[in-house]
C-alpha cells in the first residue's frame, strides 16, 4: 500500500466510523420515548435508573473533586499574572466565565468517559463476545432498543446534573482562593459570579454537556458492538472508546464554541 | 399459546402450500476477502430435525447464523416461513424471529439477570400476560427442561449443563415453530450431553417443531436426526437421511464419519509439534 492509499484508506475509515455513529443515533433515537415508567413491564426504566445511578451518583464524589481542584489551579494560575496589572478580581470572572462554558462540561465529559464511557463500551463488547447481542436479536429484541436507548436517555438526564455540579465545585473552589487573597466572603463572591455570568454561559455549557453525553454513550456502544476477536477484543475495544470519546468530544466542544461564539455573542 | 404470541399485534409468517419451512438458495457469505459459504442450497420441511455436520471450520455456524436471520448474506437467498430474509423490512424480520427460539452454544443467558427473568424475558416484551401468569409459565417452561427452583439463581451459579437448559427454556417461552441448537452438548459430559440429546427428542415428539442443529458429536447426530447436511469448505457435500449419510461414497463424507485424520504434509513427520526426542 502506497502512502497516499493509506492515507485514503485512513480517512475513509473514520469518515464511515463518523456514518456509523450517525445512523445508531439517528436508529436510536426512535427507542427514546419508550424508556419511560409507563412502557411495557419497566424494564427499560429500571434499566435508565441503574444507569442514572451509575453514571450519576457513583460519578460525583470524583468529579467535584477534579473540578474543584481545577478551579483552583486556573486562580491560582491566573491570579499569579493578574496580580501584576492590580487585576485581581478579574480572576473571578474568569474561573466563573470559563468553568461554566468550557470547563464544567468538559471536566464532567472526561470524568465520566474515563468512569462510564469505558464500562458502557465493556459491557456491549461482553454482551457481544458471549452472544447475549445475538440472543437479544433471536428473541426479535432490538438490541439500539434494549441496551442502547436506556443508557442514552441516563446520559443525557445525567450530564447537565454533573456539568452543574463540576461548575459550582470550581467556582467554589475559586471562593476559598478569593477569601484569602481578596478577603472577599464567599457569599460577596457568589453574588459576584452571579453578576457576571450571562444565560448564554449557562446555556452553552449545558448544550455542550447534552452533546458531548450523547457522543460518549454512542462511541462506547458503537465500539462494543464492533469487537472482534473474543474476550481480548473486549480490552481493545474499551480503550477505542476511551479514545475515540475524548477525540470527538474535544472537536465536538470546538464546534459548539465556534457556533457561540459567531451565533450568540 | 399460539393466541398469546399474536397479543402485540404480530402476523405471524407462513410459507405457501407445499414449500419448505426454510429454503436457501445459492447462499453466499464471505468476510473480508474469505468466502465461508460457497453457493449453499438447502430445504428444510416443517416438523423434521435437520442436523448440520462438517469439519470445524466449513461454515457450520455461519450457515445456521444466517437460518436464524441473524446476518444477511453476500448473495443468495435464504427465505423463511416466506419471507425473503434479505428483502425483509425491519418489521417482517421482527416477525420471522418471533417464530424461532435459538440454544446458543454459550448459552448467551444474560448475566445481569436471574435465571427467572431471563426466561420471562420474551414474555414480557412479546405478550400482555399478567406477571402471575408469566411466573407460572417460567417455572413451565423450566420445568420442561428438566430445572426445578433455580429461578432466583444468576446464571454464574449454575453448571454448563443447567446453564443450557435455562437457555433451552428460554428459547422455548414463546413455543417456537423452529428451534435452532449450536453445538448443544459442547463442553459437557457425554451423560449430560445424552440428556441434552433426550430433551431434543422429547420436544420433537411432544411439539412437533423443526429443529436444526449443529454439532460435531457423531453418536447425537444420528440419534436425533431425520436429515443429516454435511457441509465442507462452504459447500454441502451431502443431504439426506441417517442411513443416506452414513453409506454416502463421497471420501470426506466417509473420512469425517470415521475419524480419520487428513493425511501428513510431506517434511512435517507427525502431528505432535516441538518435543525434542
Known amino acids: 500500500m502506497t502512502f497516499l492509499e493509506s492515507v485514503g484508506y485512513r480517512a475513509i475509515r473514520r469518515v464511515e466510523y463518523v456514518g456509523a455513529l450517525c445512523i445508531q443515533f439517528w436508529q436510536g433515537s426512535r427507542f427514546v420515548l419508550r424508556v419511560n415508567p409507563f412502557a411495557g413491564r419497566r424494564l427499560r426504566w429500571r434499566r435508565l435508573t441503574q444507569q442514572m445511578a451509575e453514571i450519576g451518583v457513583r460519578s460525583l464524589p470524583v468529579l467535584c473533586l477534579v473540578a474543584g481542584a481545577t478551579g483552583m489551579i486556573m486562580a491560582l494560575q491566573s491570579g499569579a499574572e493578574l496580580r501584576k496589572f492590580g487585576a485581581m478580581e478579574a480572576v473571578i470572572n474568569l474561573v466563573g466565565t470559563s468553568m461554566t462554558r468550557e470547563l464544567g462540561p468538559l471536566i464532567a465529559a472526561i470524568v465520566v468517559i474515563g468512569r462510564s464511557g469505558s464500562a458502557i463500551s465493556a459491557e456491549v463488547a461482553t454482551m457481544v463476545v458471549t452472544e447475549e447481542v445475538d440472543a437479544l436479536k433471536a428473541m426479535a429484541l432490538d438490541p439500539l432498543d434494549f441496551l442502547v436507548a436506556p443508557k442514552y436517555v441516563a446520559m443525557v438526564v445525567v450530564m447537565p446534573c454533573l456539568t452543574i455540579a463540576a461548575v459550582f465545585s470550581g467556582i467554589l473552589a475559586g471562593g476559598v482562593f478569593a477569601y484569602f487573597t481578596l478577603g472577599m466572603t464567599l457569599v460577596m463572591y457568589l453574588r459576584r459570579t452571579a453578576e457576571i455570568l450571562l444565560m448564554r454561559d449557562v446555556v452553552s455549557g449545558l448544550v455542550k454537556a447534552l452533546v458531548f453525553g450523547s457522543i460518549i454513550v454512542h462511541v462506547g456502544c458503537l465500539e462494543g458492538f464492533r469487537v472482534s476477536g473474543g474476550p481480548e477484543g473486549v480490552g481493545k ?4 472508546a476511551v479514545v475515540k470519546s475524548i477525540f470527538l468530544v474535544i472537536v465536538a466542544d470546538l464546534i459548539c464554541t465556534a457556533f457561540f461564539y459567531f451565533f450568540w455573542r | 399459546m399460539r393466541t398469546l404470541r399474536a397479543a402485540k399485534g404480530w402476523v405471524r ?6 414449500e419448505p419451512l426454510i429454503r436457501v438458495r445459492g447462499l453466499r457469505v464471505s468476510y473480508g476477502s474469505r468466502e465461508v459459504l460457497r453457493g449453499v442450497d438447502l430445504d428444510v420441511r416443517r416438523g423434521e430435525t435437520l442436523v448440520i455436520l462438517g469439519p470445524s471450520g466449513c461454515g457450520k455456524t ?9 446476518d444477511r448474506p453476500s448473495a443468495g ?13 425491519r418489521r417482517q424480520l421482527e416477525g420471522v424471529r418471533r417464530l424461532m427460539g435459538v440454544s446458543f452454544q454459550s448459552a448467551a443467558m444474560f448475566n445481569s439477570m436471574t435465571v427467572g427473568d431471563n426466561v420471562a424475558l420474551p414474555l414480557r416484551e412479546h405478550t400482555d400476560l399478567a406477571e402471575s401468569t408469566i411466573q407460572v409459565l417460567l417455572r413451565m417452561k423450566l420445568q420442561q427442561v428438566g430445572l426445578i427452583g433455580v429461578e432466583d439463581l444468576y446464571p454464574s451459579q449454575l453448571s454448563g449443563g443447567m446453564r443450557k437448559r435455562a437457555s433451552l427454556a428460554r428459547a422455548l417461552a414463546l413455543d417456537p415453530e423452529i428451534l435452532f441448537f449450536d453445538e448443544p452438548s459442547a463442553g459437557l459430559d457425554p451423560i449430560i450431553a445424552a440428556g441434552i440429546d433426550q430433551l431434543i427428542l422429547s420436544l420433537k415428539e411432544a411439539f412437533h417443531m423443526t429443529i436444526i442443529v449443529v454439532t460435531h458429536e457423531m453418536h447425537s447426530a444420528f440419534l436425533i436426526a431425520d436429515r443429516m447436511c454435511m457441509l465442507d469448505e462452504g459447500r454441502i457435500l451431502a443431504v439426506g437421511a441417517a442411513e443416506v449419510i452414513r453409506s454416502h461414497p463421497h471420501p470426506r463424507v466417509q473420512q469425517f464419519l470415521n ?14 509439534v516441538g518435543g525434542r526426542q
Do not use: F, M, N
Open chain 2, 259 to 272: 475419524r480419520v485424520p487428513d493425511p501428513v504434509d510431506e517434511g512435517s513427520s507427525s502431528y505432535i
Open chain 2, 13 to 18: 409468517p407462513r410459507e405457501a402450500e407445499g
Open chain 1, 237 to 240: 475495544s474499551t480503550t477505542g
Open chain 2, 62 to 70: 455461519t450457515l445456521l447464523r444466517q437460518l436464524e436471520a441473524l
Open chain 2, 77 to 89: 437467498s435464504v427465505s423463511i416461513a416466506g419471507v425473503d430474509i434479505l428483502r425483509a423490512s
